[in-house]
């Protein structure tokens, strides 16, 4: 079955720390997109990218960066100028057009210790 | 102005209710409407396509006023199982790039 894939569901990162979440897709969809989600609140748009080797920033991308080195693959970096990196992190996609909506990963939980 | 917004709720409604949620947007240049069903620390999942003609799945409806710039989803029959947040997402023409509400949490009672 077609889908996107993030890993881990749990992440846990000590101050100061770099870490990557990972987000896969197998829907050959060109548009992906990360979101961060904090408790009670909307989704924000962190960074977005519509074709392979191009990427746009979000609403939120300070402390974060992407790669699209493949059409199937957009990890996202927090780094350790993201002050507060604690929240639920949802990757999407959509093929062309988008008038079918997103397609998100189950999300991953990023913990600062 | 926020691009998308809705009421926060929550709505606590007996099972058999009937129930109705609005979302407004600011910018007249969306293109394309949804609504999600996010369940507790679980993704977004899509639950219908608002069409300009109105459209209906099983037990709930979608509208939406282009003149006012709202949609809106209504549920008939609450079930316990359509507890969640229901999350209204509206896209831009040709930006390929959605905007979120906070969404709006129903609680359904036995």
């Known amino acids: 079955d077609g889908g996107i894939t993030q890993s881990p569901k749990y992440l846990f990162r000590k101050e100061g720390q770099n870490v990557t979440l990972s987000c896969e897709q197998n829907l050959n969809h060109d548009a992906m997109y990360w979101y961060r989600q904090d408790p009670g609140q909307g989704l924000r748009l962190i960074y977005y990218?519509?074709?392979?080797?191009?990427?746009q920033k979000g609403d939120i991308a300070e402390g974060y960066s992407v790669s699209r080195e493949k059409k199937e693959s957009f990890p996202l970096t927090v780094t350790s100028a993201q002050k507060n990196p604690t929240a639920f992190y949802l990757c999407a996609s959509t093929g062309q057009g988008a008038s079918y909506g997103y397609t998100f990963g189950s999300g991953t939980r990023l913990t600062v210790v | 102005r926020k691009e998308v917004e809705q009421d926060p709720g929550p709505f606590n409604v007996p099972e058999g209710a009937t129930v109705a949620f609005n979302c407004t947007y600011s910018n007249s240049a969306s293109q394309s409407f949804f609504w999600y069903r996010q369940d507790c620390r679980k993704e977004p999942k899509l639950l219908m396509s608002v069409y300009s003609s109105g459209n209906e799945d099983g037990r709930f409806t979608a509208q939406l006023n282009r003149a006012s710039q709202y949609i809106s989803l209504l549920i008939r029959d609450s079930k316990l199982s359509d507890s969640a947040t229901y999350l209204c997402?509206?896209?831009?023409?040709?930006?390929?790039?959605?905007?979120f509400g906070s969404g709006t949490k129903l609680n359904v009672k036995p």
């Open positions: 997402v509206v896209e831009r023409y040709n930006f390929n790039k959605f905007y």
């Open positions: 990218s519509q074709i392979v080797n191009d990427f």
